[in-house]
């Protein structure tokens, strides 16, 4: 009998490391970039295709709600329609897809909210971004786990960022040496903070 059991446990054990995996792959796949797409219909575009097919929502500028249905992309002129928010919360955005943010001129805000695939080398990519260190003003990252100091500390280079707010970073080790580099950086950001010490 213990025989029985130990080989049905090893079976659910089997068949969940394996939907963690296809899962993984399929999110994988999701975030890939096509450059031939972003030359066609635009880096706005096929940003919010990205965006929303990873199950993240998009705002477009002079318009004042979150798109977050695929279909209902708005439709019009090349370029006409340009992402001022992304709100990916719970979304499998990940560094792989990164490359579609390059050409996002009017990204004025970013939320990251319990999303598992972000990590330090996600907000180093994002901080490197032209674009974005002139556009990006309002920022949120809260309940990354594999988010650390070294991830929060290269948004310095984000030189127009206004607000930061931080909340349940477990990955985070020296928080006050982080936020007083930062300040030291930007001194007009305003960090709020919501972490346990």
Known sequence: ?????????????????????????????FNKVDYERIQTVGPDRAAAEWLLRCGAKVRFQGLDR???DYNALPT????????????????????RGFDHLDGLQHLEEIKLNRCIYIEDTCLERLSI??????????????????????????????????????????????RKTT??????????????LDLSD
């Open 76 to 95: 019009g002129p090349l370029g006409h329609f340009k992402i001022q928010g992304i709100d990916a919360t719970e979304s499998c955005i990940m560094y």
């Open 129 to 174: 971004i032209e674009n974005l260190q002139q556009s990006l003003l309002r920022m949120e990252v809260v309940s990354c786990g594999n988010v650390t100091d070294k991830g929060l500390i290269a948004l310095h280079k984000l030189r127009n960022l206004e607000l930061l707010f931080l909340s349940d970073l477990p990955g985070l080790g020296d």
């Open 66 to 68: 979150w798109q977050h």
């Open 179 to 192: 936020v007083s580099r930062l300040q030291t950086a930007l001194p007009k950001l305003d960090i709020s």
């Open 1 to 29: 009998m213990r025989l029985l059991t130990r080989a049905v446990q090893c079976a659910v054990s089997q068949r969940e490391s394996s939907r963690r995996h296809f899962w993984g792959w399929l999110n994988a796949v």
